[in-house]
């Protein structure tokens, strides 16, 4: 008899679920899997990270899903997606560590051009050299947009100072002579007060 804690599974009950692992083409799974597998070892022999950069980023694929995604492929050490400061919403950009260069190049080589939610996503593997120094700055922590009313209150309380009203001015004015002598060069006769 089965104890308490054990689920009984009937008929109506059994789900059936996908592997860890699929390959986007149902032929090449095998080969995949074993692909996969062989890389999998290869990391804990202590390979270095490989970077991919994800771009085309439909909406609605944000972190959570990204890092679910993704996991299928190897263990995902860092995420960061490209989002406005102002908005807090996503450039349209990610980049991806991976644990191993090797499972970030099939993935690069995989997901390449892949149509998700009617964008094709763009993949490139960013080797050691390329990759800047704070390219996963603030991967680790949420982000948290700004809140309207603590901008509303900056914007309100900004005193300009003289000096950047008289460069303002002066740059209104260079232009605003500027489009003058165009409309004279053509024939126009403008004549309007200073401002």
Known sequence: MASPRQKR????????????TVALDEHKQKSFETKLKTIKKNSKDGTSPGVVYLGNIPHGFFEPQMKQFFRQFGTVQRLRLSRSKKSGKGKGYAFIEFQCDDVAKIVAETMNNYLMFERLLKCKYIPQEEQH??????SQRQFSKPKSHSIAIR??????????????????????????????????ELKIKNV
């Not at 599974?9 to 860890?20: G, I, M, N, R």
């Not at 120094?133 to 603030?138: E, N, T, V, Y």
């Not at 003289?162 to 003058?180: E, Y």
């Not at 165009?182 to 024939?187: M, P, R, T, V, W």
């Open 133 to 138: 120094p704070a390219l996963f700055k603030g």
């Open 155 to 188: 914007r309100h309380n900004f005193k300009n100072p003289d000096k950047k009203l008289k460069s303002t001015a002066k740059r209104f004015l260079k232009g605003h002579q500027k489009r003058i002598a165009a409309l004279a060069e053509i024939g126009v």
């Open 9 to 20: 599974v009937t008929k109506k009950s059994k789900e059936t679920s996908l592997p860890e």
